[in-house]
């Protein structure tokens, strides 16, 4: 079964930075592409990128320009780095495989793959 375990979390400054990452077993790279995910409290999951097969990386449109995610399929991990955290970058983030959906606007699906691990924390102070 595929597992996700995600850490990194933490509490930063607004203007601040964190690096996520994502510990994926149980996963043949290349099967999925492989993404980040956000929920901040009293909202919807919501995707925030994900990293093509072909090594292309799609993010929503409020993040472009401040995150960047990798992977590094050797350890097999993927991490994302946010720089200019804001306060509504404030969610439990979590990794999981994905699809994009590119209509007006880059929309960033789950796709059903393990289950979903614990998260982590990001709390951005203003």
């Known amino acids: 079964e595929v597992q996700f375990v995600e850490s990194g979390g933490g509490l930063v400054q607004a203007g601040g930075s964190l690096r996520l990452s994502c510990a994926v077993t149980?996963?043949?790279?290349?099967?999925?592409?492989i993404g980040w995910f956000r929920q901040a409290p009293g909202k919807d999951r919501e995707g925030v990128s994900c990293?093509?097969?072909?090594?292309?990386?799609d993010y929503i449109d409020s993040v472009k320009g401040r995150f960047t995610i990798s992977s590094d399929s050797a350890k097999s991990m993927m991490y994302l780095q946010m720089n200019n955290l804001q306060p509504e970058d404030t969610a439990r983030y979590y990794c999981?495989?994905?699809?994009?959906?590119?209509?007006?606007?880059?929309?960033?699906?789950?796709?059903?793959?393990?289950?979903w691990g614990q998260g982590t924390q990001v709390i951005v102070s203003s």
């Open positions: 149980g996963f043949v790279w290349g099967d999925y592409a």
């Open positions: 990293l093509l097969n072909s090594g292309d990386a």
């Open positions: 999981g495989a994905c699809r994009v959906v590119v209509t007006r606007t880059t929309r960033i699906d789950s796709i059903p793959l393990g289950s």
